[in-house]
């Protein structure tokens, strides 16, 4: 069984921010791509930032510039850093992370999703 546990979303201000934090548990053999993605009320969910074992960034072009992510290998860990957030970053953030079992086929796992919700 693998597990990805988030924490750290909540309610600020816009121009505010949070910190999103990610935790892979379980039968783990690897870690390969991990990221988060992002869902509004009635919209698809869509890609924020994604990082490869070897630290490469992705990020959305709404978010560049204000978004960081990064990775902890040893700890299989993601955070993401959201600075100068706005009130259209409000959605459910999910964390996401694709994880070789010791059966050594890889998974699609997601996280139960954390709120961030931005005032104006």
């Known amino acids: 069984q693998v597990q990805l546990v988030e924490s750290g979303g909540g309610l600020v201000q816009a121009g505010g921010s949070l910190r999103l934090s990610c935790a892979a548990s379980g039968s783990i053999l690897r870690v390969n791509g991990m990221g988060w993605y992002r869902q509004a009320p009635g919209k698809q969910r869509d890609l924020v930032a994604t990082?490869?074992?070897?630290?490469?960034?992705n990020y959305a072009d709404s978010v560049k510039g204000r978004f960081t992510i990064s990775r902890d290998n040893a700890k299989n860990t993601v955070v993401l850093q959201m600075n100068s957030l706005k009130p259209e970053d409000t959605a459910v953030y999910y964390c996401?992370?694709?994880?070789?079992?010791?059966?050594?086929?890889?998974?699609?796992?997601w996280g139960q999703g954390t709120q961030v919700t931005v005032s104006s």
């Open positions: 990082i490869t074992s070897g630290s490469s960034t």
């Open positions: 996401n992370a694709h994880i070789a079992t010791m059966t050594q086929v890889v998974y699609n796992y």
